[in-house]
């Protein structure tokens, strides 16, 4: 596969450069996902070498004051550099926060010995760059039991709980009305609000960042449950127009709670891999996830999500998961403005 920057005929670890690797990476590592596709990292290389830094310019100030939404988009980006040094052969060794010194520095990996890439990892390889949030309604179909208790298993093998409420109607109605008082508590505060549509370009924006109108409906879309979206387009019309055929209410799809039962930096970064590991593992299904972090950022809601909704552990993420034909159309910044 070409997709990431590879050259002609393929990337072939045995003869590619320091170089050529770790462009590789970083043009894998730039399509994970992060809140409002800030995309608030930097990557460093050497020889057999990749290091993953938290670029606070992009941090949300007002909306993520401490970085744990950065830090998860970081950890996100970690997990794609992991797929893809797999897909080339190689054994990534992975240090989380290795310099206390440099609380930035999210990760660094190494790779020393090589083992052929197995074919899930090269199916979840094959995901990264197909990947996309999806902010809408899903289509009214059951996910199959295994399919779910596959994705549970992802997230522990990455330090996180993933609770799915398929079998809950009740709990996820209350995740529902927590998502929505997040969301309006979010469009009172006018600070807020102009963070979050800095990173809202209209449609004539040739910004390679944010969430642009290709990303989400014109309408927002009643599901049930109801779950409220943001809306990037704040009063403008912008977004992708109804399908003809569109049904006047979608499912919300099966809502789930990603946690992990300690809330420290390094927490949080375990929370992006397990994220972007569980959303690559249910895209190679045909299932996309919409993602929800509006009652996160008020710490009273997240309390109240910890205390009532997940036994007390700490709520990284909401998310819902669903099938969709809808297709949202992302942006990224190129990897020489990534890579140093």
Known sequence: MDIF???????????ASPEEIARFLAAAAVQAP???????WRFHHGDGQFSIT?????????A?????????SCGAALFNVRVALRYLGFVPK??????????????RVTWDQQVPALDYEKELFGQIGRRRTHRGGFDPVQLPDAL???????AAREEATLGLLADDPLRARAVAAVVEAGDCALRLDSA??????????????????????TAYPAVPERTEPPFRSRDYAHGHGWGLPPGPEEPVVRSAGVVGLLTTSVDHTADWVHAGQALQRVLLVAATCNVAAALHSQPLEIPLLRDFIRLHLCGRAYPQMVLRLGTTDEKAVSVRRPVDEVLF
């Open 5 to 15: 920057e590879a050259p002609p005929g393929g990337l072939h670890a045995e003869v």
């Open 34 to 40: 992060s809140v409002h596709n800030t995309q608030p």
């Open 54 to 62: 938290a670029n606070n310019e992009r941090q949300l100030r007002v």
């Open 64 to 72: 993520d004051p401490q970085g744990r939404e950065m830090m998860i």
């Open 94 to 107: 992975v240090r989380v926060l290795p310099d206390p010194d440099l609380p930035n520095l999210v990760a």
């Open 148 to 154: 779910l208790a596959a994705l549970r298993g992802e």
């Open 192 to 213: 807020r609000a102009k963070e979050e549509a800095r990173w809202a370009p209209g449609p004539d924006s040739h910004r390679q960042d944010g969430v642009l109108p």
